[in-house]
């Protein structure tokens, strides 16, 4: 993707002559009649040929995105390409745009980044005589030319100072600059991929609110609220502006292009909540991108691969994914790429049955976030590890997180209470578990759990007045049943003892062998459960139905 090409934008729309009218007494006459003409990039190259790098700069402020898309614009490449450093240092929105027209030329990317620090250099420079409305078309774009170029903490912090250039633009003005809704949903695409979610959902909602349904290209900051919503689990949220988006005025092109993506992902988010894997498959089919390009690439692969998992499918899933990052991956990328995608591979190794794959991935591209923690914590208890997994949830108490990693977190809380059995701590957690899923609508969390534990949880919510949550447990776990060790019959042996007696003299006596061969028996067993302990030990074997629940009240 480029920045201000067709697929980010659209249609073009005609440049409105208050725009017009608002440039300087100063601009040629050839110049402002292309500009009347329709042909942003006829004024561009008249103001370029008469060596008038203001008129030329003044161009590119009212007709941006046009002209960044503009099929004949390789000739105004070629003259801005003519002009001295210190020129396009003085006028850094054409340095800026010819930087982002050489982006566009994968063989060209290195000197893009040459004429992209010319303008930041030129940016830096200016006085606070320049116009605000000029800084931020500069700061938008930098933003996004770094953000693209993976520079992620720079890429921050143009996108804030571009933010705070758009504050100082005062009302009356506001009329008379083109494509602001373009730069709220610029800024806070930067704002979002920095890491800065917060921040970048009060910048597309403030782009949202100033525009509205007055200007179509308010529709990416609407998009882009619908779908980082629904990732983060506030349902509720994301089908509002869900709704918003399906009517008018916004257009099936919007919808289905760049500018659309997200808001297709909060659809096919909303469809997995509601169990309706085809109206999910349906959605992502609509988009129209080239995976290879598109920044999004991401989100689109968890939304994809969460699809067919819910399918049925973990196994197409999976390999649609590590396909899609090897496309995406260089060298330098791959662990970053994997890392960003570690919770669904996980959960979709758990879901084939493929334990110490999910451990595995965890071990090497998981970090210390909330979800990283979440997600050890589901694949200790799907082994069997309550112990490891109430440690791993533990240790995210306080800290913020999504609504999406909370609901997971609490659904696995509980279901690791319930394996010790119904008490006041465990309605506690239920409790708080409904309340969750009832105030965001995110019910895919109840799924994300072993198939015992998911019919653990139905009951529970029956008892607890839930039941229309509770009718989880006939949709059934996503995850598979974990693989029954196999136990030589000396180990079974001393399984069975062990239920009745920790003493390893007593086991030896009553099984007629020595302590060290006890020894040797139980550290065979512990580690093929993957247990520490002979609390732990026992449970896992429960789960693993190697021994009858029954049998752990004569537990000494």
């Not at 240092?89 to 745009?97: D, G, R």
């Amino acid at each position: 993707m480029t920045i201000g090409s067709p697929s980010d934008h659209g249609a073009r729309a005609p440049i409105p002559a208050a725009l017009i009218a608002s440039l300087p007494d100063t601009v040629p006459d050839d110049v402002l009649s292309a500009l009347r003409l329709g042909d942003p990039g006829a004024a561009l190259r008249a103001a370029l040929d008469g060596h008038d790098l203001s008129s030329a700069t003044d161009v590119l402020r009212i007709a941006w995105f046009d002209l960044l898309r503009d099929d004949h614009l390789h000739e105004s490449r070629t003259a801005l390409e003519k002009l001295p450093a210190a020129a396009l240092t003085s006028h850094p929105l054409l340095a800026m745009a010819l930087g982002i027209l050489l982006n566009a030329d994968g063989l060209r990317r290195t000197k893009a980044a040459y004429y992209f620090g010319l303008a930041s250099l030129g940016i830096r420079s200016w006085t606070e005589r320049t116009p605000a409305s000029e800084r931020a078309l500069v700061l938008s774009s930098e933003s996004a030319a770094l953000r693209l170029m993976g520079k992620s903490a720079l890429s921050v912090r143009s996108a804030r100072a571009g933010v705070a250039a758009l504050e100082e633009i005062r009302d009356d003005r506001a009329a008379l600059i083109g494509y602001l809704p373009r730069l709220y949903s610029q800024l806070g695409t930067s704002l979002y991929y920095g890491g800065a979610e917060t921040t970048a959902l009060q910048v597309f909602a403030r782009g949202y609110a100033e525009f509205g349904e007055a200007d179509v290209s308010s529709f990416s900051s609407l998009s882009m609220m619908a779908g980082i919503h629904a990732l983060r689990g506030n349902m509720t949220e994301a089908a509002s502006f869900v709704a918003i988006a399906r009517g008018e005025p916004w257009t099936d092109e919007q919808r289905a292009m760049y500018t659309g993506t997200f808001y297709r992902l909060a659809e096919a988010l909303l469809a997995l909540e509601r169990f309706d894997t085809r109206m999910a498959a349906q959605h992502l089919a609509a988009m129209r991108h080239d995976r290879r390009s598109i920044e999004h690439w991401v989100a689109i692969g968890r939304v994809e691969a969460m699809t067919g998992l819910f399918a049925g499918d973990p196994a197409g899933a999976l390999a649609r994914l590590e396909e899609l990052v090897v496309l995406r991956g260089s060298e330098g990328q791959a662990a970053a790429n994997r890392s960003r995608l570690v919770t669904i591979r996980s959960v979709l190794h758990l879901a084939l049955g493929n334990h110490e794959a999910a451990a595995t991935v965890l071990r090497r591209d998981a970090g210390r976030t909330p979800q990283d923690h979440v997600d050890r914590a589901r694949v200790a208890l799907a082994t069997g590890a309550t112990s490891d997994a109430l440690r791993h949830l533990r240790a995210i108490a306080g800290r913020t997180q999504s609504t999406r990693t909370l609901a997971q977190a609490l659904t696995l809380e509980s279901a690791i209470a319930l394996r010790a059995g119904s008490g006041r701590r465990t309605d506690v957690l239920l409790r708080q578990l409904i309340s969750t899923i009832r105030q965001s609508q995110q019910r895919t969390a109840l799924r994300l759990v072993p198939p015992e534990d998911s019919a653990l949880l139905s009951e529970a919510l029956t008892r607890m007045g839930a039941a229309d949550l509770a009718e989880i447990g006939e949709i059934g776990s996503l995850l598979a049943e974990p693989d029954r060790p196999r136990l030589t019959s000396r180990e079974r042996a001393v399984l069975e003892v062990l239920v009745r007696s920790g003493s390893r003299s007593a086991i030896a006596a009553e099984l007629f062998v020595s302590p060290n061969t006890v020894k040797t028996h139980l550290k065979s067993l512990y580690r093929k459960l993957g247990a520490r302990t002979r609390e732990e030990a026992l449970t896992i074997a429960m789960h693993r139905r190697l021994i009858s629940p029954t049998s752990l009240d004569t537990l000494s």
